[in-house]
């Protein structure tokens, strides 16, 4: 098994879990294909979240409430040039915004110790930051 993949087994199937940041290519390919389909130089994932609907929870369901006062779960998607997922954070109520999922997340820790060489690409919702 390649680094990066887990085998995750249940009573009839067994899945391998293919989500890898950066992605599979090399950096390199990734910001070359970014700075080709969009002339964006440098960035190596674009970013975003999305708010999966649920049933009101019977603990803590205030925490739940998106600001379209809609129950769910806040999950933050990262994917490269090819639209292939690299990376997702899905433990957060919907009331917690986009940036506090990203700025606690292990990912925001790695790029700004400077483990990859690139940039995100995300809307309004993530503060400009270069590291």
């Known amino acids: 098994m390649?680094?990066?993949?887990k085998s995750v087994s249940g009573p009839e199937t067994t899945f391998t879990i293919f989500v890898v940041f950066p992605g599979h290519e090399p950096v390199r390919a990734i910001k070359e294909e970014f700075?080709?389909?969009?002339?964006?130089?440098s960035v190596i994932g674009?970013?975003?979240g999305t708010h999966i609907p649920i049933t009101a929870p019977s603990h803590n369901e205030a925490d739940y409430v998106n600001r379209k006062s809609i129950h769910s779960i806040n999950v933050q998607i990262i994917c490269?040039?090819?639209?292939?997922?690299s990376n997702v954070?899905?433990?957060?109520s919907?009331?917690?915004?986009?940036?506090?999922?990203y700025h606690e997340s292990n990912?925001?820790?790695?790029?700004?110790r400077g483990e990859f060489d690139?940039?995100?690409l995300g809307d309004r919702g993530y503060h400009a930051n270069p590291g």
């Open 89 to 92: 954070e899905a433990k957060w």
């Open 2 to 5: 390649q680094s990066g993949q």
């Open 118 to 120: 690139g940039l995100l």
């Open 46 to 48: 674009c970013i975003d």
């Open 80 to 85: 490269d040039a090819a639209y292939i997922i």
């Open 35 to 41: 700075h080709r389909i969009a002339g964006f130089p």
């Open 107 to 112: 990912l925001s820790n790695r790029l700004q």
């Open 94 to 101: 919907g009331s917690v915004h986009d940036w506090r999922i």
